[in-house]
């Protein structure tokens, strides 16, 4: 566990003044953008499902194979 603190805890601290965001505007922006994510992969699921249903022959693009 200590390990893992040293390396994720920078050597030095970036001062105030120079933080563009503080640990407060990232705590509420955390919730955003997790559920960004989370339907980016479920546009990611349902396209999938979608291709699956149409079939191989249909997602090819031969056009008379498919009917």
């Given at each position: 566990m200590?390990?893992?603190v040293k390396l994720i805890e920078?050597?030095?601290m970036i001062p105030?003044?120079?933080k563009?965001?503080?640990n407060e505007d990232l705590k509420v922006l955390?919730?955003?953008l997790f559920m960004e994510q989370l339907l980016a992969v479920l546009v990611g699921v349902?396209?999938?499902f979608m291709v699956s249903y149409a079939g191989e022959?249909?997602?090819s693009g031969r056009p008379g194979e498919y009917v």
């Open positions: 200590r390990l893992l920078p050597k030095r105030r003044e120079r563009i965001f503080s955390i919730m955003p349902a396209d999938t022959a249909a997602v």
